[in-house]
């Protein structure tokens, strides 16, 4: 395998469970795993940059996990773009990709997962019913194949982010989870696979998203009801464009637990909002601070 600090270089690429075991052999120092379903773009570069600045080597795993889409959902046509990807991985300097197939994942159906319990039922899990303990699930799975020392994921997913950071927690899991902030296009909107979905005018709409979590983060001084108002006044523009955002959710939630917080909340708090454009499912959130009301 190369050595540290050497970028540009092809990484050794697995797909099975038996390829993999033989390369984790070899790897000397910390090993970084960055999960991913494919289809890469800017944000999945920046985790692996942040991943390779705080470990030795760096994994890239690949693979669009059915079990955390729900029926309906756009597994089937959910991008597949493994070239593209793995010249994406040589050229941030990735020195092992682990791109499974579906059988390899899983020989059998699984009858023990993860259930990610009452996180799981909020916000976005209320929205897609199981999605919390089908992504738990495969990142328990990646875990235990790649053995990482460290894992990086994006706070684009701060509920998944939490929920993981869990999951470590309460079953013990020997890795540290680090996040890594959200990628964005100039005008603001969040990087996602999904975004290639859009139409230039469902792209137009998406952007509403971002402009509601500014709009609450500039009401952050008079208080977390402001923030709200302030966001749901710029996402009523959003439900009256054309095309409209069907809006799933916006909430503001402590970033820890995703259980929504009162007006007399200080501290850190997560704006997070959800919806559809077209057939498009959109997520974004931004991290805030509420000061303190003594101070
Ligand atoms: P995905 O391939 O969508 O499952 O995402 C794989 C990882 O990339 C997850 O940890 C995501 O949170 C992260 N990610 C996705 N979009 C972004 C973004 N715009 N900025 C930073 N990280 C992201």
Known sequence: MRGRGEVGG??????T????????????????????????????RSLIRYA?????????????????????EDFDRYPRTLDEDLAVCAAEGADLVFAPSGSVM???????????????????GAA????????????????????????????KDAQQLAMIRRMVLDLNVPVEVLGA??????DGLALSSRNRYLSEEERVTALFLSRALRAGEDAVPEGPAAVVRA???????????????????????DPSTFCEIGDAHSGPAVLAVAGRVGAT??????????PSKES
């Open 10 to 15: 092809a990484p050794v690429v697995v797909r």
């Open 17 to 44: 469970r038996d390829e993999l075991a033989a390369v984790r052999a070899d790897v000397r120092g910390r090993l970084a795993l960055v999960p991913t379903m494919g289809a890469l773009h800017g944000g999945h």
């Open 52 to 72: 390779r600045e705080r470990a030795d080597m760096v994994a890239v795993s690949i693979f669009v996990n059915p079990l955390q889409f729900g029926p309906g």
């Open 106 to 124: 899983y020989p059998s159906r699984p009858q023990v997962t993860i259930a990610a319990g009452p996180m799981g039922e909020v916000v976005e």
């Open 128 to 155: 897609r019913p199981g999605h919390f303990d089908g992504m738990l699930t495969v990142v328990m799975k990646l875990f235990q194949l790649v053995r990482p020392d460290v894992a990086v994921f994006g706070e």
């Open 181 to 186: 902030p959200t990628v964005r296009e100039p």
């Open 231 to 253: 966001a749901r006044d710029v996402l009523d523009g959003a439900v009256a464009a054309e095309p409209p955002l069907a809006l799933d959710y916006l909430v503001l939630v």
């Open 281 to 290: 499912h959109l997520i974004d959130n931004l991290p805030l601070r509420f």
